[in-house]
């Protein structure tokens, strides 16, 4: 089965060769990338630190200049990273995860943002017009909601509108035609010397029944490579066979911890960056040959990363592609996004006179230092 970009209502694919200029950091295969360059934007430039994951962004983004290092050791001049006026950054959520040990910015990965803000700085009179930040829901709520106000100062500090209303939680089921449960915190941060007013929309939820049916996105009608298929009398076998039994067939079930749990709403769980090991959190759902766990074609659709551009690199294991797509934004929420954003850059006009941030918004804190990060 060949799973094709619909064409309405969500938009239709433009070549790289838009006006605005996007650069991605933690750009992993570019989720962010490919949503901004549909919304008819162009790439820049991208940062990732991960090998296998730039090589998925490699093999689809061949025209993009990518820097594969850490983003510590990224630098506006040494680098000659261009000016863009949009930046991306899905920084790491480790530290921020309800799964994770909840540091927040104790934890040396949470300074890992501070590298946006360095960067941002180190632009100038050209920082980017908008930022997109990406994390998980709960970062709104971590440590009663400190870390999020310390994200908050610190983008207010650097020059740009960031409010309640230019941070919402999206979920992919409920914002696209994509049937896979994933909430995500989105924060749009606006640059107050090019906006004068916070004015940034997120997109409407879509009305009910506008997502397709998970069954639309595997392929039911060919047998999957043995791999993916429990082998009968396995212990994994035996725990989903009973669950799937007991359920609707049509279901899409997942393994945690000790249980087997069903999604009876016709959804795909959110899809994880630790689904490739083993059977745990892996989607598993019964076919005419037997049960076995998606694939990664079927988890890439699931992800807006459609059959007609998304090459999986062959020299990359399974349990990387797992981690990568599950690491990843949805393409087509995010397009969404995108398109709002680009439509608000060309009503824009500079303002001549340039505007303020209101100076409730530019409330300092300092961030507690460990010498770690030099700003
Ligand atoms: C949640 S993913 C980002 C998803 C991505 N923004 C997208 O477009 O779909 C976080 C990425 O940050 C990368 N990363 C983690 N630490 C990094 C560092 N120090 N420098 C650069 N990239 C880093 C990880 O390898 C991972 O690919």
């Known amino acids: 089965m060949t799973l094709k970009r619909k064409s309405v209502p969500l938009g239709t694919p433009s070549p790289d060769s838009g006006q605005i200029k996007v650069g991605s950091l933690f750009a992993a295969i570019g989720g962010f990338c490919k949503a901004f360059q549909l919304a008819g934007a162009s790439i820049a430039w991208a940062n990732e630190k991960d090998q296998y994951a730039t090589q998925t962004f490699r093999l ?10 850490p983003v510590e050791q990224v630098s506006v001049v040494a680098d000659r990273l261009k000016p863009v006026d949009i930046m991306t950054a899905g920084f790491p959520c480790q530290p921020f995860s309800i799964a994770g040990r909840q540091l927040g910015f104790e934890d040396d990965r949470g300074l890992l943002f501070m590298h946006i803000i360095r960067l941002i700085r180190e632009f100038g009179a050209q920082k980017p017009k908008v930022l997109l930040l990406e994390n998980v829901k709960n970062l709104k709520t971590h440590d009663t909601g400190r870390t999020f106000e310390l994200i908050q100062k610190e983008i207010q500090k650097v020059g740009y509108w960031l409010g309640e209303s230019n941070a919402k939680i999206l979920n992919t089921a409920h914002y696209t035609d994509i049937p896979q449960h994933r909430e995500r915190l989105f924060m749009v941060a606006l640059n107050c010397d090019f906006f004068s007013a916070n004015t940034f929309q997120f997109p409407d939820r879509l009305p009910p029944g506008f997502t397709r049916s998970v069954r639309n996105f595997l392929d039911l009608h060919q047998k999957a490579d043995d791999r993916y298929y429990f082998v009968p009398g396995s212990q994994y076998y035996s725990l989903f066979r009973e669950a799937i039994d ?9 393994l ?5 749990r069903e999604n009876k709403t016709d959804t795909c769980f959110t899809l994880m960056a630790n689904m490739g090991q083993g059977g745990h959190n892996q989607p598993v759902i019964r076919d005419r040959w037997g049960i076995r766990k998606l694939t990664p074609r079927e988890c890439a659709r699931l992800q807006g990363y459609t059959d007609d551009w998304f090459k999986i690199p062959e020299v990359i294991s399974n349990s990387q592609i797992y981690k990568q797509l599950g690491n990843s934004v949805t393409v087509t929420l995010v397009e969404r996004l995108a398109k709002n954003i680009l439509q608000l850059l060309n009503q824009t006009q500079s303002a001549s006179d340039p505007a303020r941030c209101s100076p409730a918004q530019l409330h ?8 770690k990060v030099v700003l």
């Open 60 to 69: 689809n983004f061949p025209r993009v200049r990518h820097l594969h290092k």
């Open 246 to 254: 007991n359920g609707d067939k049509e279901s899409v079930f997942q």
């Open 256 to 260: 945690r911890r000790s249980y087997v």
């Open 364 to 371: 300092f804190r300092h961030l507690p230092r460990n010498g």
